[in-house]
């Protein structure tokens, strides 16, 4: 039978999975228009973390006049904002599913409960070495990027886009910086799977196979420099720190809420806020496919889309043959 579900799973979304519309052909307007309305209006995370940016700029953001000059106290602050952000995103989602269990299995993509102890991990197990790497490391990169955009903006180093001078563009870019995180992450998480960077960099982060809140930014320093590197496009293309803010706090916060292990939170029996996506986990099970995210087609492309059904499994398995050999 055609479009046969995966086994071996808890729960699984409807299948086969499909990449965003914008890029199917023939082009159908109203199936675009839902795919934009469900990803970021009503209760969704993009909205959500926008709500985050816009808090952080009003009221833990120190002025352009004060981050001209690099400064202890102010780049401490910023530390501590975003170290309290990544607690309650990332341990918020962690106590509600996984300490409280306040959901169950209901919509839990892995049968499996995450791993206590394992020789693999830092600190002996597998919550302690996520909260590790992305709490040190982590943090500290994505607070170490944000000084470096906002001195770079405050000196003229990076171009700044205000709302007065072209407010459809500086409204635009919150809607096109997923794209282009769909477009950065994939070809950086390609590099990162060369064998050799795969060995010595990106296989801390692959050794959560079944993923939690916490193992969504647990990754090697040098990765960590690599993924929010995405910031820097921002020399190219100009921006306010509302979007400086915006852009890192939706990739480092997304890698939290995308690696919940759920497909989403039920209130009243339905999902009313989406997180985890089978598409990444099943990259974690799997390895060698689903390499992007379904914002953009990069893995139909290139032949490493897995859409979550047991036909696609095989080409996968066949796939994985011929790269061995």
């Known amino acids: ?82 170290m309290v952000l990544m607690c309650l995103v990332a341990g918020g989602l962690h106590l509600y599913f996984y300490s409280y269990s306040k959901q169950g299995t209901a919509l839990k993509y892995d049968p499996r409960p995450l791993m206590k102890n394992g020789k693999q991990f830092t600190l002996g197990g597998q919550i ?106 921002h020399f190219v293309v100009g921006a306010h720190p509302l979007h400086i803010l915006f852009h890192l706090q939706y990739y480092t916060l997304t890698a939290a809420t995308t690696h919940t292990g759920f497909e989403g939170m039920l209130v009243k029996d339905e999902n009313r806020l989406k997180l985890g996506t089978f598409h990444h986990q099943m990259h974690h099970r799997y390895f060698e496919c689903n390499y992007g995210s379904l914002e953009m087609p990069w893995d139909k492309l290139f032949g490493s889309f897995h859409d979550g059904t047991e036909e696609a499994d095989a080409r996968i398995k066949e796939r994985r043959k011929k790269m061995q050999a």
């Open 128 to 233: 302690r070495d996520n909260m590790f790497w992305t709490l040190g490391s982590g943090v500290g990169f994505w607070t170490a990027y944000e000084v470096l955009m906002l001195w770079c903006l405050s000196n003229g180093y990076v171009p700044m886009l205000t709302w007065a001078a072209n407010p459809v563009w500086f409204v635009a870019i919150f809607f096109l910086l997923p794209a282009w995180e769909s477009f950065y992450f994939y070809w950086i998480h390609r590099i990162l799977h060369i064998p050799f960077l795969y060995k010595h960099i990106h296989a801390l982060h692959h050794r959560n196979i079944n993923v939690g809140p916490w193992s969504g930014l647990s990754m090697h320093p040098i990765e960590h420099i690599m993924y929010l590197g995405t910031v820097l496009i």
């Open 1 to 82: 039978m055609p479009n046969t579900p995966l086994k071996g799973w808890n729960h699984t979304p409807d299948v086969p999975l499909q990449v965003s519309p914008v890029f199917r052909w023939p082009p159908k307007p109203v199936d675009i228009a839902n795919w934009f309305w469900s990803s970021w209006f009503l209760v969704t995370e993009k909205l959500i973390i926008l709500g985050f940016a816009c808090v952080s700029y009003i009221w833990f953001q120190p002025s352009l006049e004060v981050t001209q000059t690099l400064a202890f106290g102010w780049v401490f602050e910023l530390w501590v904002r975003n």
